[in-house]
Protein backbone atom coordinates (compact mmCIF):
# COMPACT_ATOMS: atom_id res chain seq x y z
CA UNK A 1 0.00 0.00 0.00
CA UNK A 2 1.57 3.03 -0.83
CA UNK A 3 1.22 6.17 1.72
CA UNK A 4 1.80 9.75 0.55
CA UNK A 5 2.56 12.43 3.64
CA UNK A 6 3.05 16.19 2.99
CA UNK A 7 5.12 18.51 5.40
CA UNK A 8 6.61 21.79 6.19
CA UNK A 9 3.45 24.14 5.78
CA UNK A 10 3.43 27.19 7.69
CA UNK A 11 2.92 31.06 8.02
CA UNK A 12 5.72 33.20 5.61
CA UNK A 13 4.84 36.46 4.73
CA UNK A 14 4.52 37.70 1.17
CA UNK A 15 8.12 37.60 -0.49
CA UNK A 16 9.29 34.71 2.00
CA UNK A 17 9.80 31.46 0.67
CA UNK A 18 8.95 27.51 2.31
CA UNK A 19 9.73 24.57 1.40
CA UNK A 20 7.35 21.45 1.49
CA UNK A 21 8.39 17.63 1.10
CA UNK A 22 6.58 14.77 0.14
CA UNK A 23 7.24 11.20 1.41
CA UNK A 24 6.14 8.40 -0.41
CA UNK A 25 6.37 4.95 0.91
CA UNK A 26 5.45 1.41 -0.19
CA UNK A 27 5.86 2.30 -4.03
CA UNK A 28 6.77 -0.76 -5.74
CA UNK A 29 7.06 0.82 -9.74
CA UNK A 30 9.96 2.82 -10.92
CA UNK A 31 7.77 4.75 -13.17
CA UNK A 32 5.79 7.33 -11.67
CA UNK A 33 4.40 10.94 -11.09
CA UNK A 34 4.56 12.91 -8.52
CA UNK A 35 2.03 16.20 -8.67
CA UNK A 36 1.75 18.94 -6.34
CA UNK A 37 -1.78 20.43 -6.39
CA UNK A 38 -3.37 23.37 -3.94
CA UNK A 39 -6.77 23.74 -3.01
CA UNK A 40 -8.31 27.73 -0.84
CA UNK A 41 -11.62 28.03 -0.01
CA UNK A 42 -14.23 28.54 -2.39
CA UNK A 43 -11.94 27.69 -4.94
CA UNK A 44 -11.35 24.00 -7.09
CA UNK A 45 -8.11 22.11 -6.20
CA UNK A 46 -5.11 23.38 -9.10
CA UNK A 47 -2.33 21.97 -10.52
CA UNK A 48 0.64 23.52 -9.26
CA UNK A 49 3.55 21.08 -10.22
CA UNK A 50 4.54 17.90 -10.97
CA UNK A 51 8.22 15.37 -11.72
CA UNK A 52 7.84 12.45 -14.27
CA UNK A 53 10.40 9.66 -12.99
CA UNK A 54 11.80 9.65 -16.82
CA UNK A 55 15.23 11.79 -16.31
CA UNK A 56 13.05 14.12 -13.54
CA UNK A 57 11.35 16.21 -15.47
CA UNK A 58 9.55 18.75 -14.51
CA UNK A 59 6.42 20.89 -15.20
CA UNK A 60 4.61 23.99 -13.27
CA UNK A 61 1.31 25.90 -13.40
CA UNK A 62 2.06 29.24 -14.46
CA UNK A 63 1.26 31.47 -11.84
CA UNK A 64 3.85 29.53 -10.19
CA UNK A 65 6.74 29.45 -12.78
CA UNK A 66 10.04 31.10 -11.72
CA UNK A 67 8.82 30.77 -8.19
CA UNK A 68 8.79 27.46 -7.39
CA UNK A 69 10.81 24.13 -8.23
CA UNK A 70 10.26 20.81 -7.30
CA UNK A 71 13.18 18.09 -7.28
CA UNK A 72 14.05 14.61 -5.67
CA UNK A 73 15.71 13.61 -3.14
CA UNK A 74 16.40 10.04 -4.35
CA UNK A 75 17.82 8.85 -0.69
CA UNK A 76 14.90 9.74 1.27
CA UNK A 77 12.30 8.96 -1.89
CA UNK A 78 11.24 12.54 -0.80
CA UNK A 79 9.92 14.93 -3.41
CA UNK A 80 10.06 18.87 -2.52
CA UNK A 81 8.68 21.42 -3.45
CA UNK A 82 10.88 24.83 -2.85
CA UNK A 83 8.20 27.85 -3.04
CA UNK A 84 10.11 31.60 -3.58
CA UNK A 85 8.93 34.82 -3.58
CA UNK A 86 5.24 34.06 -2.50
CA UNK A 87 2.34 35.24 -2.62
CA UNK A 88 -1.05 36.15 -0.78
CA UNK A 89 -2.96 34.10 -3.45
CA UNK A 90 -0.29 31.57 -2.65
CA UNK A 91 -2.44 30.80 0.27
CA UNK A 92 -4.33 27.24 0.03
CA UNK A 93 -3.87 23.72 1.29
CA UNK A 94 -1.04 21.92 -0.61
CA UNK A 95 -1.34 18.29 -1.69
CA UNK A 96 1.26 15.86 -2.51
CA UNK A 97 -0.12 13.66 -4.80
CA UNK A 98 1.58 10.04 -6.61
CA UNK A 99 1.01 7.69 -9.15
CA UNK A 100 2.34 4.90 -9.78
CA UNK A 101 2.13 4.92 -13.73
CA UNK A 102 3.25 6.87 -16.64
CA UNK A 103 1.28 9.92 -17.19
CA UNK A 104 1.66 11.60 -20.58
CA UNK A 105 2.84 15.19 -20.37
CA UNK A 106 -0.40 16.51 -21.15
CA UNK A 107 -2.24 15.21 -17.98
CA UNK A 108 0.46 15.68 -15.60
CA UNK A 109 -2.04 18.59 -14.29
CA UNK A 110 -5.28 16.34 -14.25
CA UNK A 111 -5.60 15.18 -10.48
CA UNK A 112 -8.01 12.61 -11.36
CA UNK A 113 -5.19 10.85 -12.94
CA UNK A 114 -2.88 10.20 -9.65
CA UNK A 115 -4.35 7.42 -7.47
CA UNK A 116 -2.73 8.34 -3.96
CA UNK A 117 -2.98 11.23 -1.79
CA UNK A 118 -1.34 13.42 0.99
CA UNK A 119 -3.77 14.84 3.78
CA UNK A 120 -2.41 18.25 2.76
CA UNK A 121 -0.55 20.91 4.41
CA UNK A 122 -1.39 24.93 4.86
CA UNK A 123 0.50 27.25 3.32
CA UNK A 124 -0.51 31.24 4.72
CA UNK A 125 0.96 33.94 2.75
CA UNK A 126 0.06 37.21 4.69
CA UNK A 127 0.64 40.54 3.05
Known amino acids: QVHVVESGGGLVQAGGSLRLSCTVS????????VGWFRQSPGNEREFVAAFRWNGGHTYYADPVKGRFSISRDSAKDTWTLQMNSLKPEDTAVYFC????????????????????WGQGTQVTVSS
Open 26 to 33: GRTSSTYT
Open 97 to 116: AFDNSRIIVSQVQNGALYDY
